[in-house]
């Protein structure tokens, strides 16, 4: 597929990196390539710039939000929750219409330091504030609550664990689905929770998913592959 991944840090870079080994043509978007490739400090998860990250995978195209878009078969939401909205608007709500978007992100406020709270919580989610904002987009919710690491790899831990799909269009899921398989899901570990509202639940999983990494995890949020060895 051609799959345009927005967001250019560590979840963008490793989610981007997996798919183009996956054999899909991957396009990630960003405000504006050309500060993005001159950044001088290096991620805080990674320890590299993106312009090393870039130079080691090359297949990635590299363009503003509203390019990225046009012609994608899938986009990924691979963004900060806080900004998630506000690049959406940027990537254009025209060119976005009746195409599928994976929701990655979480909405995860860290205004007021660690640990951080949740913007949106209870009776609403960022996932749904995706979908009304923008109600030609079919969103799917999924891969939220984990790390990045085992979004693209679930094999990284032992034995069998769950995946969870929340969306409105049926066929949308499907789609999210294949790719889930592809990257390594089993079927039987995917569970569909049903409409996008169910979006409330999984978004609130990262309050305790954050005080199991202060616990005992590292910063790539490892805790459970950390404590196992």
């Not at 090393?52 to 012609?71: D, I, M, R, Y």
């Not at 030609?136 to 969870?164: A, C, E, R, W």
């Not at 079927?187 to 929770?193: A, F, K, M, S, V």
Request: proline content about 4%; charged content about 20%.
């Amino acid at each position: 597929m051609n799959i345009t991944v927005l967001g250019t840090g560590m979840v963008g870079q490793t989610v981007s990196k997996r798919l183009v080994e996956l054999g899909h043509k991957v396009t990630m978007g960003t405000r504006n390539p050309d500060a993005t490739l001159s950044r001088t400090e290096p991620d805080r998860m990674t320890g590299i710039t993106f312009s090393e990250w870039h130079k080691a995978n090359p297949q990635v195209c590299l363009v503003t939000f509203s390019e990225s878009v046009k012609g994608a078969d899938l986009i990924i939401n691979a963004t900060s929750g806080i900004a998630s909205l506000e690049v959406l608007e940027l990537a254009g709500e025209a060119a976005m219409d009746g195409k599928v978007l994976l929701d990655i992100s979480n909405p995860l406020d860290f205004s007021k330091g660690l640990p951080p709270s949740l913007f949106v919580c209870n009776t609403d989610s960022l996932g749904e504030q995706i979908q009304n904002r923008f109600p030609g987009l079919k969103v799917v919710k999924s891969l939220n609550t984990m790390n990045v690491y085992i979004q693209m790899n679930p094999g990284l831990l032992p034995g069998d664990h769950n995946v969870f799909v929340s969306g409105n269009d049926q066929e949308a899921k499907a789609m999210v689905k294949e790719l889930l398989i592809s990257i390594g899901w089993r079927e039987q570990t995917i569970i569909d929770l049903g409409d996008i509202t169910s979006t409330r639940g999984t978004e609130m999983l990262l309050p305790i998913w954050v005080r199991l990494w202060s616990t005992f995890g590292d910063i790539n949020f490892n805790f459970h592959i950390q404590r196992a060895k």
